[in-house]
């Protein structure tokens, strides 16, 4: 199948690590990536990792891939209240050029 | 970045009229291009994929004659909502991409609120 699931809520204080979760169902994934929509706006490409990779980190930002499990983690170091927004976990899948995304989780930051 | 380009980024339309949105890649080359639709606090979900100069593919249950896909040249593909009911309300968002296989990011266009009274 081509689900992507993920957690709908979190909240964080600012100040505190923050974690969102993706499961997918697709073996076949060659990329999965990370988006950052804010209100009313695109997407925005945070990161993505290659499918051969278990981690990668890019300044506050550090990707887990537990290809066993099929599971993908972000977490965002020192979150800060311009990170609240919805994050969309997504993969592509060798020859093709279609992103699956999952369902999206609201990170609200709180002071 | 690469920088993608929506027109209108809201519209509102009677039911039974026509809607074209625009979708420009601004400083590089496109040579696909990709429609999704937003529903409210939901995922998004692929429409159709296009590539410069044919015809686009589209996804299971998407209605071609509905909506119609153009992607002219390597900057500009329009999504035209014909004969538009409420259900079309939606947020519509496209994307560009400037080459085909192995990584090429995918820029998104701000989206386009269709509001079909």
């Known amino acids: 199948g081509e689900d992507v699931e993920q957690s709908l809520f979190l909240s964080v204080r600012e100040g505190d690590s923050s974690v969102i979760n993706c499961t997918y169902t697709d073996s076949s994934s060659t990329y999965l990536y990370w988006y950052k929509q804010e209100p009313g706006a695109g997407l925005q490409l945070l990161t993505y990792?290659?499918?051969?990779?278990d981690m990668k980190q890019d300044q506050r930002l550090t990707v887990l891939l537990n290809k066993k499990d099929k599971h993908l983690s972000l977490r965002i170091a020192d979150t800060q209240t311009g990170d609240s927004a919805i994050y969309f976990c997504?993969?592509?899948?060798?020859?093709?050029?279609?992103?699956?995304f999952g369902t999206g989780t609201r990170l609200q930051v709180f002071p | 970045g690469a920088v993608v380009s929506q027109h209108p980024s809201r519209v509102i339309c009677k039911s039974g009229t026509s809607v074209k949105i625009e979708c420009r890649s601004l400083?590089?080359?496109?040579?696909?291009m990709f429609w999704y639709r937003q529903f409210p606090k939901q995922s998004l979900m692929l429409m159709a994929t296009s590539n410069e100069g044919s015809k686009a593919t589209y996804e299971q249950g998407v209605e071609k004659d509905k909506f119609l896909i153009n992607h002219a040249s390597l900057t500009l593909s329009t999504l035209t909502v014909t004969s538009a009911h409420p259900e079309d309300s939606s947020f519509y968002i496209c994307?560009?991409?400037?080459?085909?296989?192995?990584?090429?990011?995918?820029?998104f266009g701000p989206g386009t609120r269709l509001t079909v009274t």
């Open positions: 400083d590089f080359q496109a040579t696909t």
């Open positions: 994307s560009a991409r400037a080459g085909t296989g192995g990584f090429y990011e995918q820029y």
């Open positions: 997504a993969e592509s899948r060798h020859n093709t050029d279609k992103l699956i």
């Open positions: 990792i290659f499918s051969n990779m």
